[in-house]
């Protein structure tokens, strides 16, 4: 694996907030106080990546609905049938007699896959719904 050039600048802070940086470092395992803030800074690029327009995302929209609800399944398997093109892959589990999840993995324009989860999200019958945005692993070198 190619070794990434560091770059070093200080920062200053509350001391009780560097104390609380340290222990959720600890807590999650990581090596060191770097680790962890480069790893806050990576998350926060990626959220604001997934804002920007026609940048090239991945994530997973996750939608929970009962099945029984009328024209749910076939309203959303319709908006999924418009949008293959942004559709990875698609898991359906029955939950339980009445409630199904399904986890939609997505990849495409920030803005089209963000209006691809609205419409799913906002459809009527769908209990919980989430997009959940992660970089497609392009940007943010590690
Ligand atoms: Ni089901």
Known sequence: M?????????VSMP?????QLDG???????A?????????????LVEEHAHAGGQEIAGTITLVYDHH?????????DI?????????????VHLDHHNCMEVLAVRGGADSVRQLA?????AKGVKHGKLTVTTTGKEFAR
């Open 118 to 122: 609205d419409r799913l999200v906002t």
């Open 24 to 30: 959720m470092a600890a807590a999650k395992g990581y």
């Open 32 to 44: 060191n106080r770097s680790q962890a803030v480069a790893d806050m800074v990576r998350a926060q």
């Open 69 to 77: 609800r009328r024209n749910i399944q076939a309203l959303l398997t």
């Open 15 to 19: 001391q009780e907030l560097a104390r």
């Open 80 to 92: 999924q049938h418009d949008h293959q093109d942004l559709i990875l892959s698609a898991l359906h």
């Open 2 to 10: 190619k070794k990434t050039a560091l770059s070093r600048f200080s």
